[in-house]
């Protein structure tokens, strides 16, 4: 898979995600988007909400993403 576009932007301290990655016969496509929230530093993390948007064959998917990452 290949990203085929990539987007970031921000407002206030929120930064956006947007990545999508498609296979090279365009059968299946995934839709990554994420945003930052609060971030602990104390624990070199930040945490990270959003989805993951799957689509194979013409059937689509879409799973929550909540967690954290390490810096």
């Known amino acids: 898979m290949t990203a085929s576009k990539v987007d970031e932007s921000s407002a206030g301290n929120v930064l956006r995600y947007t990545h999508v990655f498609e296979d090279a016969s365009h059968t299946t496509q995934v839709i990554e988007t994420l945003k930052n929230g609060a971030t602990n530093e104390q624990a070199d993390s930040t945490q990270?909400?959003?989805?993951?948007?799957?689509?194979?064959?013409?059937?689509?998917?879409?799973l929550r993403v909540e967690g954290?990452?390490?810096c």
């Open 48 to 62: 990270l909400t959003g989805s993951l948007t799957i689509t194979h064959g013409g059937a689509t998917q879409t």
């Open 68 to 70: 954290g990452t390490a």
